[in-house]
T-cell receptor
Framework: AQTVTQSQPEMSVQEAETVTLSCTYD???????LFWYKQPPSRQMILVIR??????QNATENRFSVNFQKAAKSFSLKISDSQLGDAAMYFC??????????FGTGTSLTVIP | DVKVTQSSRYLVKRTGEKVFLECVQD?????MFWYRQDPGLGLRLIYF???????EKGDIPEGYSVSREKKERFSLILESASTNQTSMYLC??????????????FGPGTRLTVL
């Protein structure tokens, strides 16, 4: 079984500052991916970033980067230079070989102007 | 761009009604998924399908069924709607080959209220 835990239901950040969203997971899969999805108030979920568990190098997508600690089963998302458009619900997820996703409970991010 | 559409953004039904939620994707994806999203619970998988006429139960299939007669369309059916099925329903699709890391693309969601 796979479980994903997001311990921060709500976070806030000042515009232009950096914020880190936490995620821990548990899985029995030998190979898996980790994902961060963003759900803006309009409700369409979009992929922010993904990381293959076998890759040691942390994934980066523009202002978004991850800190992947495999031994600790931790996968945090760092947002640099936060913008008003980053305000959303963020979900962490893992996948299995059948492309089934297991989602955390989400973190609601507020960006303060 | 992949587009996943859902038949309704908002739906209000009465207890006991049969409810159909439709999802269509336009990128020839093999995999399709139905989730429900509730505050504090995240997204929970109801059913998924790897191919036409195939279906697999997810974590919370009770009270739901699905139909996939065509590759692009995946329907979620509430046989007899109950108030505890009031929720946001999200559909998603993904490619099958190399499935492990494939992104799931989501529809806009259907907010269902059962009175």
């Amino acid at each position: 079984a796979q479980t994903v835990t997001q311990s921060q239901p709500e976070m806030s950040v000042q515009e232009a500052e950096t914020v880190t969203l936490s995620c821990t997971y548990d899985t029995s899969e030998s190979d898996y991916y980790l994902f961060w999805y963003k759900q803006p108030p309009s409700r369409q979920m979009i992929l922010v970033i993904r990381q293959e568990a076998y890759k040691q190098q942390n994934a980066t997508e523009n202002r978004f980067s991850v800190n992947f600690q495999k031994a600790a089963k931790s996968f945090s998302l760092k947002i640099s230079d936060s913008q008003l458009g980053d305000a959303a619900m963020y979900f962490c997820a893992t996948s299995n070989t059948g492309n089934q996703f297991y989602f955390g409970t989400g973190t609601s991010l507020t960006v303060i102007p | 761009d992949v587009k996943v559409t859902q038949s309704s953004r908002y739906l209000v039904k009465r207890t006991g009604e049969k409810v159909f939620l439709e999802c269509v994707q336009d990128m020839d994806h093999e995999n399709m998924f139905w989730y429900r999203q509730d505050p504090g619970l995240g997204l929970r998988l109801i059913y998924f399908s790897y191919d036409v006429k195939m279906k697999e139960k997810g974590d919370i299939p009770e009270g739901y069924s699905v139909s996939r007669e065509k590759k692009e369309r995946f329907s979620l059916i509430l046989e007899s709607a109950s108030t505890n099925q009031t929720s946001m329903y999200l559909c998603a699709s993904s490619l099958a080959p190399g499935g492990l890391g494939n992104e799931q693309f989501f529809g806009p969601g259907t907010r269902l209220t059962v009175l």
